[in-house]
Nanobody, 119 residues
């Protein structure tokens, strides 16, 4: 079993910054990819950013140039540095990882962390 612990959400004024963290622990051989999704009230969950074990990254058009995803393989942790935050970035942010262990490959989700940017 794998556990994901997210942190870093909160209330931030427009133009501000936040850094989200997601640490994975448990039965892990490898993790690839690691990513962040978000779900705003009344909307579907959407991919925000993803990073592979090779360091390749991808971003939603709405966050390009403002958000940066990174990972620390030694800590099985993925980060999302968010800058120039806008009210439309308000959402619950979820960590998502694909984990390979000795017995299985499975997709895991964090419980979510709320980011609020008031208008």
């Amino acid at each position: 079993q794998v556990q994901l612990v997210e942190s870093g959400g909160g209330l931030v004024q427009p133009g501000g910054s936040l850094r989200l963290s997601c640490a994975a622990s448990g039965s892990i051989s490898s993790i690839n990819p690691m990513g962040w999704y978000r779900q705003a009230p009344g909307k579907q969950r959407e991919l925000v950013a993803r990073v592979t074990s090779g360091g390749s990254t991808g971003y939603a058009d709405s966050v390009k140039g403002r958000f940066t995803i990174s990972r620390d393989p030694a800590k099985n942790t993925v980060y999302l540095q968010m800058s120039s935050l806008k009210p439309e970035d308000t959402a619950v942010y979820y960590c998502n990882v694909l984990v390979r262990s000795a017995l299985r490959t499975a997709d895991y989700w964090g419980k979510g962390t709320l980011v609020t940017v008031p208008s």
